[in-house]
Nanobody, 122 residues
């Protein structure tokens, strides 16, 4: 099983990025994103049910971030718009091949990618 996250970078406040997570190795029922800023706990960002298409977002990103997926490519995307300096963090892709409902906590996911750094300058 492998989750490969990409798309991070340095962007000015108000800018946008598109993060990608390519998964391989098995079928995943839910794929999502978490983030962790220096000195802070890992935070739920968004998740997508690959079977139903339902989504869930963290309160701090609602209306600015959009998660989507390409089941044929086993890939999930995170479009991040209207970025703020407080969005600066390492963004981790996560997936579960066991649970079919969306969890907003990290314990709901048993597979993790290596993370991609998003830095937002003011």
């Amino acid at each position: 099983v492998q989750l490969q996250a990409s798309g991070g970078g340095l962007v000015q406040a108000g800018g946008s990025l598109r993060l990608s997570c390519a998964a391989s190795g098995r079928t995943f029922y839910v794929m999502g994103w978490f983030r962790q800023a220096p000195g802070k706990e890992r935070e739920f960002v968004a998740a997508l049910s690959t079977s139903t298409g339902s989504t869930s977002y963290g309160d701090s990103v609602k209306g600015r971030f959009t998660i989507s997926g390409d089941n044929a490519k086993n890939t999930v995307f995170l479009q991040v718009n209207s970025l703020k300096p407080e969005d600066t963090a390492v963004y981790y892709c996560a997936a579960t091949s066991v649970r079919t409902v969306i969890y907003r906590t990290s314990r709901g996911y048993e597979h993790w990618g290596q993370g991609t750094l998003v830095t937002v300058s003011s």
